[in-house]
C-alpha cells in the first residue's frame, strides 16, 4: 500500500512527547489526563476545536514550528507515506511576523512533504489575501485552506474569502476548504462555485443532495475523508456508518487522510486499516483511494 495523507494539520500532529518538552521549557501546565488533550468519540467540533488551544500554546515561536513540522514528516516516513501535505494557520503562531512563521514550516519540511496555509471562517478576509501573497513566492506553499468552522456571530462567511482564492487560483496555488463537516451540504456547492475548491475536506453529508453530488463529479473534486476525526466530532455515529464506500460507488474522487495524528491519536497505516473494515469497503475500493491520494496531491 502507497500512504498519503493531503490533510494533517501541523498543530494537531505534534508527537506527544514533544507537547510536554516544549510545555516543560515555557512553563506551561498540561492537563494531567491526556484524554483532556486528545479528542473522544463524539465529542462535538466546538469542543475538538477547542483543544487546539493547548497545542497552539506551545507552537508560537517558529523554532517550535520548525522543529513540529521536521517530526511530522519523520514520522511520516516511519508510517511509509509516499505523499504528504501539512496545513497551519501561521498568524495564529505570534512568536514572529506570518512570513516568518511560514518559512520556519517551510525550513522544518525541508522539500519532504507541501505545505497549506490555513484562514479561518470568520476572519477578515485581509487574512486570506495576506496568505496568499506570501504563497505566491514560496514554491513549497502549496495551497490555501479554509479551516475551523463557521458561526452565526461571524462578520465573515465563506463567500467573503471569494477574492482570495480566485487570486490564489490564478497563481497556481491549490485550493481546498473545509466544508459539509456535519453541516450543510450547501459548504461544497458554495466552495466549488465561489472559491473554486479543487479538494473538500470532510464533506461529509455530501449525499444529502443529488445535484452536488453531481457538481463533485462534474468538477472532478476530491473529498479528503478524515474518518476517525469524523467519529470523535460525531458527524458520524461509528466507522461503519461512514459514507466513504458510498461515495466511491457514485464515482466520487475520495483520499484517506489523518486530520490530526495526536489529537485523533491515529496514523496513516491505522486509518488505512480502519476504513478497509467498513461494510461495502473493497480492496479495489483501496486502491482507488490510494490512487487518489497519491494523485491529489497540489503542484505548483
Known sequence: MKYSDLHR??????????????????????????????FFKGMGLEAALSRFAITLSVLQQPAAVRRVADEICQDAQREGLHVLEIRFAPQLHKGGSVEEVVDSALEGIQGRAGLILCGLYGESPAVFEQLVEIAIPRKGVVGLDLAGAPSPSHKFGMLDYADAYHNARDHGIGRTVHASEGRSVEEIRWAIESLHAQRIGHGTTLLEDHQIVDLVLEKEVLIEANVTSNVDIGAVECHAEHPIAKWLKLGVKVAICTDNTLLSQVDAPTEYERISQIPEMTPDMMSLCEANGLNGRFLR
Do not use: C, F, Y
Open 9 to 38: 494539520h501541523l498543530d494537531g500532529s505534534i508527537r506527544m512527547g514533544t507537547l510536554v518538552d516544549l510545555a516543560d521549557n515555557l512553563g506551561i501546565g498540561l492537563p494531567e489526563d491526556p484524554q483532556e488533550i486528545t
